[in-house]
């Protein structure tokens, strides 16, 4: 049976059968592949004329399914990690194809960015649908994990030296306007509003465990310090119940026949679902008491010395 263009009228068989290279970017060339299970279904734009720049694959390694290269430099993979039983993709956007940026689902419930090492062999992050974020480096000098940033620049960062971790907040003298140090009377009333949010409890998800000591991040906040931060929704409600939703979003759409055809029909189709908003506890950065309470020991050190002279 002969499949012709609807456009043009031509034999599509005959179109196929007739392109060569100069018809589909000028590809000169694919990665060898030396095992007899590898598949490369595709390949496209034009290959780096240096044959080593594009790896080859050996049998128990990584095995390309999908490989685009463009600009002689610059290509993508989709492949198969023989080796760790991994599939993933990876580009690259320097001469040389060096160093490529891999992303793999691991086959269990995480996927990897670059090389994830428990040793540190490596750098990588693994993100897992467990709730955790893993992230190595292969340095052992004060280096960065994570930053974090807003339309101001990085507002903080998480750490590392050889031995421990360091959770920062931006505090350059250069990002700061420094004023006279503290009056007492401010001293004083910066450390009453926070010994009226402190308190002695028990967590009511474990009612006979040890008594804590810590704050109320609701005072903490009607107090004026720069430490409680509001939940979502009213104090008024408990806690995950539903204050406020968000429509769902619905669209006109064509019905498609049988034949995967649009039809003159359409029918309203839910896009997005209805969401609901819930209310969430409060919180409080307990590190932020800490150049109150500084202030307020060095205020009675010196009266101790007045005391003493």
């Known amino acids: 049976m002969a499949y012709t263009s609807d456009r043009t009228g031509a034999d599509i068989d005959q179109v196929l059968d007739n392109a060569d290279v ?37 049998s128990g390694s990584n095995f390309p399914i999908i490989n685009a290269t463009c600009f002689s430099d610059r290509g993508l993979q989709l492949l198969c990690n023989g080796i760790d039983n991994k599939i993933g993709f990876r580009t690259q956007y320097s001469a040389g194809y060096q160093p490529w940026q891999e992303i793999y689902h ?36 004060n280096t960065n994990h994570f930053g974090f940033y807003n339309p101001n620049g990085q507002v903080g960062s998480i750490s590392t030296s050889g031995t421990a971790t ?29 010994f009226d949010a402190f308190a002695v409890f028990n967590w009511k998800s474990d009612p006979e465990g040890d008594l804590v000591w810590g704050f109320d991040a609701h005072k903490a906040i009607d107090n004026g310090l720069d430490m409680g931060f509001e939940g979502e929704g009213s104090r ?66 010196r009266r101790i010395k007045e005391l003493e002279s």
Not at 43 to 56: F, L
Not at 179 to 189: L, T
Not at 284 to 297: F, N, R, T
């Open 22 to 58: 100069g018809n589909i970017g000028k590809s000169t060339g694919l990665p060898t592949l030396t095992d007899a299970n590898d598949l490369n279904i595709f390949g496209m734009g034009q290959i780096n004329s240096a044959a080593a720049n594009m790896p080859s694959w050996a």
């Open 106 to 141: 691991t086959g269990s419930t995480s996927i990897d960015v670059g090389s994830f090492s428990t040793t540190g062999a490596t750098s990588g992050l693994s993100l897992s649908s467990g709730g955790i974020h893993r992230n190595s480096r292969n340095v052992t000098t």
């Open 236 to 301: 008024d409600l408990a806690l995950g119940e539903v204050y406020d939703t968000i429509p769902a979003k619905y669209e006109d759409r064509a019905v498609i026949d049988d034949d995967g055809n649009e039809t003159d029909e359409t029918e309203t189709v839910e896009v997005k679902p209805e969401q609901e908003l819930k209310v969430s506890p409060a919180g409080v950065d307990q590190s932020k008491a800490v150049p109150i309470l500084l202030a307020k020991l060095e205020q009675l050190e």
């Open 166 to 194: 360091s959770y920062n907040t931006s505090s350059d003298p250069r990002l700061k306007d420094f004023k006279d140090a503290p009056s007492d009377e401010a001293i004083n009333d910066k450390f009453n509003s926070l």
